[in-house]
DNA sequence: GAGTGGTCTAGACCACTAT
DNA sequence: TAGTGGTCTAGACCACTCT
């Protein structure tokens, strides 16, 4: 492993850890770069991960000060859905698949998924029910060219894994766009609203290591079960 | 200005013109580095801040590929409100400074705002408004050892410029939390909100380059005049 | 094999904060 | 004045891609 990730995740360790509570702040860049023994550079390196992650916030001439963790909240900017909230808590979640099929490119598709009108797209329609309840909606297009089939096993199970896994594809990073929109038939059919008038939907656009954009998914959220944390800030280095 | 920082904006300068359309590429780093007479690490540092920013993702042995700009979207990642939207395109934007007062820091503002309890905290409550409608509630809270106070004619203008110029603050990073909420008959009173039965709630924590947290807001739009956009992505440097 | 980006170094100078 | 983080350098070695 690179150092500067070593020396990241043992600085974070050290955090949770409540070392350097009376200061709340860490030692300085030149003494954490004779502890590991590396330059001061790589201490940087490090440093700049703990700030985009929110751990600390640096102040020019004083030192690195320890951001107070809400334990509470969730570290990291960018979780978007209670699916990966639940994992992360370890909730009781199930997906249930509801659709596996082959659709042809209509002109939102050739927009998102940047593939010719009428091409064929493997389309997968899952639903995500937590605690007994269906909360969410994800519908997911495939490139066809990078994944142009999936079992009826794997899409029941993780597409992701099976993706990174077997296929060995790089996922890189995604686009996202939030919106709340009115719930369609198809929503009230397949989740359970009650009286929700409103579902949350989340757009991405999926990209590859070498930028190949391989997926659009359409994900409907409950409202209830929605929540956003943005923590990210710009990293000047 | 710092050579990174010039770099980086001439970089940002030459994309939007669409040189290197050809390749979609931008020149290596070594080329870089002999164009603009500075040594390769400085080139990184202006090449990390375009991949913060979704100009270009970097592949291992090929290059710095260029990513396709989509001119209804915007660039940068984190906008998060109609208001802020309106301001980058220009729309015609009204303010309505509903209430200015001193109130009482209660249990919610002791945690947000990290004040004592009981202590006072000045509230500044606003209505935006955007072609004619009432669409954002903003209620603003300002830790008063930071904020004593702010004048009605400022409030009604901008109270950042007021802060960044005047009061020379240092706005540094924000902890956002985006959900969905049923209106309260207070949004119902001072919103156009028509048949709309959610409302989208941001919950900002604002810090300054210090680290002192100093500000807590809670806006509450209209979820037909709510968008987010997230494009930030972790950069290994 | 040549070129690319990723990591790492040892040193330098600066602006800022503390005392 | 001493210590801090911010910038910048010139060089090195590596893993990877392309041809």
Known sequence: MEKYLTIYHDLVDNISKDSWTETSMLPSENNLAMEYHVSRETIRKALNLLVQDGYI??????GSVIIKQDTFDFPV???VSFKELANKLNFQAKTILHERRTVKADALLKDKLEVPLDKSILKVSRIREFAGEKVILDKDYFNPDIVPTLSEAVCEDSIYAYLENTLDLKISYARKEITVEE??????????????????????QVYLEDTTLFQYTESRHRPDKFKFVDFARRVRN
């Open 57 to 62: 916030q640096k102040v020019r001439g004083k």
């Open 183 to 204: 719930p369609t038939k198809l929503d009230r059919d397949l989740l359970d609203l009650g009286n929700h008038s409103n579902v949350v939907v989340i757009k991405s």
């Open 77 to 79: 900017s960018g979780i």
